[in-house]
């Protein structure tokens, strides 16, 4: 729709209205489940440390069908992201990745800031994590429980990127431009995308819950201060790719 054909006060709440739709479609639901299954998890009398989570996990035991649902699962998902990039093209006027923050070119220095990234936010992750394992503050989470077939690196890698790509796209590239337009501070517009990057992470307990959170803060910050989206996907596809793939080697050469 036409900026030009909406007064301010209707595109706010044109705006405001779009953003509930996307959320509810995508990461807001997301969220609104893991709030569920964390209060399950705290209301039980076993608690939230007897939980375990499988990130990635087998669909079926017939390996055609189970690589075939893992492709399909991970290309479809990314369609919230393809939307909020739709969206803001046809209103913005721009073209589709420029309308998220994606600046072209993508230079080697924006993958060596990614990797900066990656380590800065993945170390103390890591730490936080193990902390609240040992407090009994965190679910146990497992990056992946699929088998040692051909295709399962490969696949774990489109879901690093999926994952990347449907987040960084929704929770920073569309979320702040359109909470900018209604009129949100930076500040307001980073907090509220870090906390919701929260939500959907607490049915990992309080580390992943808080973990996110910060990630989500200085994910923002750096996307005000720079403005390059691919920096955090790229970051976002590492942490996630680093996290699978090397836990599934560690887990296939202890069995071999």
Same mark, same amino acid.
């Given at each position: ?76 998902? =990314?369609? @919230?992201? *393809? &939307?909020?990039?739709? #969206?803001?093209? /046809?209103? !913005? ?58 295709? =399962?690196? @490969?696949? *774990? &890698?489109?879901?690093? #990127?999926?994952? /990347?790509? !449907? ?90």
């Amino acid at each position: 729709m036409s900026k030009n054909n909406l007064s301010e006060p209707n595109e706010k709440k044109f705006f405001g209205t779009e953003i509930i739709i996307v959320l509810a479609l995508s990461l807001g639901a997301s969220a609104i489940y893991s709030i569920i299954y964390w209060l399950n998890a705290v209301t039980s009398k076993s608690g939230i440390a007897a939980v375990k989570r499988s990130l990635n996990s087998s669909n079926f035991a017939t390996e055609w069908l189970d690589f075939l649902s893992q492709l399909v699962g991970n290309l479809l998902e =990314v369609a @919230p992201a *393809l &939307l909020v990039v739709y #969206l803001l093209a /046809g209103h !913005l006027g721009r073209g589709s990745l420029a309308s998220v923050g994606w600046q072209k070119p993508t230079r080697t220095r924006d993958i060596a800031a990614s990797l900066g990234i990656a380590v800065a936010i993945g170390v103390p992750g890591i730490a936080l994590y193990f902390a609240a394992r040992a407090i009994g503050a965190a679910a146990q989470i497992v990056p992946s429980t699929m088998a040692a077939h051909w295709w =399962v690196v @490969p696949m *774990l &890698l489109l879901s690093a #990127l999926r994952s /990347g790509i !449907l987040e960084e796209f929704i929770m920073i590239g569309y979320l702040f431009k359109r909470l900018e337009a209604i009129g949100w501070s930076n500040g307001r517009q980073i907090w509220f995308s870090a906390i919701i990057r929260g939500l959907y992470h607490l049915y990992q307990g309080y580390a992943g819950f808080f973990g996110n959170i910060a990630m989500g803060l200085v994910f923002g910050w750096l996307y005000k201060k720079y403005g390059r989206l691919q920096r955090l996907v790229i970051a976002h596809f590492i942490l996630d790719a680093a996290t699978y793939v090397g836990y599934s080697v560690i887990v296939w050469s202890n069995i071999h």
